[in-house]
């Protein structure tokens, strides 16, 4: 199994633009986790899904941020316009609910907003 | 809401010296999992705890669940380098999400 990938692993941008990273869970698995992840508040969760259905969103800060899961086999969180204070590492994890309630975490997007 | 804190926020210790890390939720938990994470890595399961007052071992790592399953510990008997990594725990109510602790970053000097 490869594993939880996220795409792209490392991302630059400048601030006021659009971010999207990408995230393609375990095959199998029903629930999905977005995550951010910075010294100062540790590790965050920002939203995840169960059935590609977003379940609980109170963690993403603000409007900027959204997620979508089209599909059970793709996930996407977009920031826009970015800000630099959205520099973090963006962790997407997967399980499946039912069973050990394990989540696999993928390597992480290391974002940098100037 | 839930909480999970850790203690210490960082650990320093000479290889060979023992290590623990505590874990408090402020609510009783169903479950509590614990993950290692490496420097510039991501987080890695580790175990899972359920029973009440469960202790389970992985080599030189024990791990415990309080009776009232609101508190967890990982203890690891004479560190070695690899061990080095942010630990964190993580308590789960029910069905819902897991919540993470704030983790314990541990440096191992050899």
């Known amino acids: 199994d490869a594993g939880v990938i996220q795409s792209p692993r490392h991302e630059v941008t400048e601030m006021g633009q659009e971010v999207t990273l990408r995230c393609k869970p375990i095959?199998?698995?029903?629930?999905l986790f977005w995550y951010r992840q910075t010294m100062m508040r540790g590790l965050e969760l920002l939203i995840y899904?169960?059935?590609?259905?977003?379940?609980?969103d109170s963690g993403m800060p603000e409007d900027r941020f959204s997620a979508k899961m089209p599909n059970a086999s793709f996930s996407t969180l977009k920031i826009q316009p970015s800000e630099p204070r959205d520099s973090a590492v963006y962790f997407c994890?997967?399980?499946?609910?039912?069973?050990?309630?394990?989540?696999?975490f993928g390597p992480g997007t290391r974002l940098l907003v100037l | 809401g839930q909480q999970v804190m850790q203690i210490p926020q960082y650990q320093h210790v000479q290889e060979g010296e023992d290590f623990t890390t505590y874990c408090n939720s402020s609510?009783?938990?169903?479950?509590i999992q614990w993950y290692k994470q490496r420097p510039g890595g991501h987080p890695v399961f580790l175990i899972q705890?359920?029973?009440?007052?469960e202790v389970k071992k992985q080599k030189r790592l024990t791990f415990q669940f309080g009776e009232a399953k609101k508190n967890s510990s990982l203890h690891i008997t004479a560190t070695q380098t690899t061990d080095v990594g942010t630990y964190f725990c993580?308590?789960?109510?029910?069905?819902?999400?897991?919540?993470f602790g704030t983790g314990t970053r541990l440096t191992v000097i050899p």
């Open positions: 994890a997967s399980r499946f609910s039912g069973g050990q309630e394990t989540q696999y």
């Open positions: 095959s199998g698995h029903n629930s």
């Open positions: 899904f169960n059935n590609n259905v977003p379940i609980d």
């Open positions: 609510t009783t938990l169903s479950n």
């Open positions: 705890l359920v029973k009440s007052g």
């Open positions: 993580a308590g789960q109510t029910g069905a819902n999400n897991l919540f």
